[in-house]
C-alpha cells in the first residue's frame, strides 16, 4: 500500500557538491503535482531553494564535519500536501527563537530560514533522542 | 565557477556562467568579488543573464560585494536577473540595496 | 556514517506517469559521477533507459493492479559502482529463461531486459518470501 | 500525447512533439498509426526530432506502425532521429528494419 502518490528518499554525504542534486529532484517534483494550479515555474523554483537552504543548514551544522557522515532528506508527495523532511545529527537549535533578518541593515547570512517560511506553509523543528528533523509542509491547491 | 570578465565603457563587467549558485560556489564569487575591489575595480557590474537559481548565499556573496565597494564609494549593479531570481531579491527586499537594471546598456546610460 | 555518496529510493504508485520521473532522477545521477570517463550523455540515456523499463516491468507484473500499490526502485551510488534495485510483489520470474529478442523477426515487445543487460554489467533477479527484487549493477571506471 | 499530421508531397507526415517516449504513452501512439493506416495512409514518415528518449514500448508502436503498413504494401520511414535514440535503434538491429533518413528532405527523395 502506498500512502503517498511519490516518496522520495535522498541520503547523501555532507558535501555541499550534492546541493544541486536535491534541489533538482525537488524542482522536478514539482511537474507532477497534477492539482496544482498555480504558478508551477515559481513553485519549483521555490522547493529548490527549500532543499538547498534546509540541506545546507544540515551540512552545516547538523553533524561532526567528517565527509562520510551523511544527510537525509525525505520528500513525500501526498494529494493535497508536500511534505519536506531534513534530517540532522547536530546539537539542534531552537527554531523558534531565530530572528527575522534585519531589512534595513541586510547581512550576509541568516535569510535561509526566513525563505523558508516564506515560501512554505509549516515550518517546524524536532529534536528527537538520536536525531533532529526539520519538517516543512507546503499545502497544495 | 566559471566566470568572465571584460572591461566595457569604463566597467568592470563580470558574467556569471553558470546556471546555479549556490552554498557550494557562493564563497568562489564572494572572494572573486573581493579581490577584483582589492585589485581596485570601482564599477562593477554582475551580469545574471545565465543565472537560474541563486541561494541566500548567493545573495550574501553579491551583498559583500556591494558594501566592499559602496565603502570605497565605487559602483555595483547587477544586470539581466531572470525572473524566479529577481523574485528572491524582491521577497528579501534586496531590490532596493542592489542597483538593479534589465541590461547592460540600460546600467551603462544610468549615473547611479 | 555514509556507506554510499548517494542513495536515492523512490516510491511510486503503480502508475506509469511516473516513469519519466524515475528515469530523470537516474540521468540527473548521472551528472554525478565525478570519476566516469566514457561517454556521461549515453550514460544518463542509459540509466533512464533502464530505469523506465525494469519500473514498467514492476507496475506490470509485480502487482495485483490497484492504482494504490506501489514500486519501490533505489539507486546507490558508490565509489566504483552504481546500484539499482527494482522491488516487485509478484508471483516472479525466472530473469535465466527469458530468451534473447528475435532479431530477424523483431516482436513489438520483450525487449526490456535485453536493453538493460546490454547496458548495465550485472543483473540478477531474486524472490524473497514477501517480494522480489531486480538487482542492476553498474561499474564505473 | 502531442502529435502533429500534415500532408507534404503526397506523404503523411507525422511529427512527435512530446521529448519522450515510454510505456506511459506509447499506446496511444501505437493506436493513432494503425488509425492513420486503416484510414488508408500509405506513405508515411515519422519525425522523431523532438524525441530525446524512447524505451522499448516506444519501439514496438513504430515496429507496429511499419508491419501494418508493409502488409498493405505502403511505406513507413523514420526521419530526423537523435543520436542517443538511434543507438536504441543500433542495439535493437531495429535500423535493418525501418527505413531511416536524416531528415525530411532525404525521406522525399528516396524510393525507398
Ligand atoms: N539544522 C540546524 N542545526 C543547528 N542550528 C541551525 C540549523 N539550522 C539553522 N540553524 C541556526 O539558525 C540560524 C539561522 O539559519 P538560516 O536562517 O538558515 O541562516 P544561515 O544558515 O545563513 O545563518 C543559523 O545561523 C544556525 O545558528
Ligand atoms: N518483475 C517481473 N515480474 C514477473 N515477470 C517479469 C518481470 N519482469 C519481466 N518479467 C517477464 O519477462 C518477460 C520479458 O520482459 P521484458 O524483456 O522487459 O519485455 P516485455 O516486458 O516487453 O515483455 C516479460 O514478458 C515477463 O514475462
Known amino acids: 500500500m502506498c500512502s503517498s502518490f511519490i516518496q522520495v528518499d535522498v541520503v547523501i554525504q555532507t558535501q555541499t557538491k550534492y546541493l544541486d542534486l536535491i534541489g533538482s529532484i525537488g524542482e522536478r517534483i514539482a511537474k507532477e503535482l497534477d492539482n496544482f494550479t498555480g504558478d508551477r515555474a515559481a513553485l519549483a523554483y521555490q522547493l529548490n531553494l527549500v532543499l538547498t537552504e534546509a540541506t545546507v543548514n544540515a551540512i552545516k551544522h547538523g553533524c561532526d564535519n567528517a565527509p562520510q557522515n551523511c544527510v537525509r532528506v525525505t520528500i513525500h508527495l501526498q494529494e493535497n500536501e508536500l511534505n519536506i523532511k531534513v534530517f540532522d545529527h547536530g546539537q539542534g537549535f531552537d527554531l523558534e527563537t531565530v530572528p527575522l533578518p534585519d531589512f534595513e541593515h541586510p547581512g550576509e547570512s541568516g535569510m535561509g530560514l526566513f525563505l523558508i517560511r516564506s515560501y512554505m506553509d509549516s515550518v517546524t523543528y524536532t529534536r528527537q533522542s538520536d536525531y533532529n528533523v526539520l519538517e516543512i509542509i507546503k499545502h497544495l491547491k | ?112
Open chain 2, 1 to 112: 565557477m566559471n566566470l568572465n570578465l571584460e572591461k566595457i565603457n569604463g566597467f568592470s563587467v563580470l558574467t556569471i556562467q553558470d546556471e546555479r549558485i549556490d552554498a557550494h560556489n557562493s564563497g568562489e564569487l564572494k572572494e572573486y568579488l573581493l579581490q577584483m575591489i582589492e585589485g581596485g575595480d570601482k564599477q562593477i557590474i554582475v551580469q545574471l543573464g545565465h543565472v537560474r537559481f541563486i541561494d541566500s548565499s548567493g545573495l550574501g556573496a553579491l551583498l559583500s560585494g556591494n558594501k566592499h565597494i559602496v565603502a570605497k564609494s565605487g559602483r555595483f549593479a547587477l544586470a539581466n536577473i531572470q525572473k524566479q531570481v529577481l523574485s528572491m531579491f524582491e521577497l528579501t527586499r534586496l531590490n532596493r540595496v542592489f542597483e538593479i537594471y534589465a541590461d547592460l546598456n540600460e546600467a551603462f546610460s544610468n549615473e547611479g
